[in-house]
């Protein structure tokens, strides 16, 4: 049986500890486990590290209010996997194209670092979303925990499948893995990962994947 996600989830003890504190102390934030944002079978799934503090802990919506998210929804609108180029709150009428944007872990993480047993505890969620991909979906990795996330949830090795930026998996269930830094802040802004590095790795994706299937942009009043 799929594990469904839910929103009151408390699985991990030191994780809704922390939210609860975090929920205290800014009462306006959404904090509280982060759903995905986009269609379940879409050809295309993001998996980040986790929520960040000022971005989808507040916002309650994957990269979406903080710096993390320049970079990916730019690229994503780039290559026709998105309407809009920014994210910035969840009534901004963006909207995804065959796209689905989810978490390793689904939980605002202290000092953004989960511990290993709470990326297993958080697996099933995953493990959910990756089974329903259509056949030859892609799969996007942003850093090593959220590759290594895939991995487990798909119950592969680690040893074959070493991470590395642009690196590229078919996987044995129909399934390719994409492999990218993570758009972090520090990760841009100290040029581990440039721009150009990024939106390389989303146009293989695109190539992979074949033509746009692109929203309508949003209507500008008058």
Sequence with gaps: ML?????DCRRCPRLARYLDRVRARHPGYYARPVAP???????????????????ANRTGRPFTGDHAGILLYDSLYRYGFANRAESVAVDD??????????????????????ESSEIRRCNAYLAAELQVLPAGAAVLAL????????????????????????????LPCGLVLFDSYHCSRYNTQTR??????FRTVI????S???????????RTPG
């Design 93 to 114: 009428g963006l909207r995804l194209a065959d796209c689905r944007i989810t978490n390793a872990v689904k939980c605002l993480p202290p000092a953004n670092r989960p």
């Design 203 to 206: 146009r293989a994706i695109r």
């Design 208 to 218: 992979h994947l074949g033509p746009s299937r692109q929203p309508q942009r949003p």
């Design 192 to 197: 581990r990962l440039t721009p150009a590095m």
């Design 3 to 7: 594990t469904k996600f839910s929103i």
């Design 143 to 170: 850093g090593m925990i959220a590759h290594e996330a895939v991995l487990l949830a798909l119950g592969l090795r680690r040893a074959a499948y070493g991470f590395r930026h642009g690196a590229q998996y078919a």
């Design 37 to 55: 944002f986009g269609g379940a079978r879409a050809r295309l799934l993001v998996v980040g590290l986790a929520p960040g503090l000022h971005g």
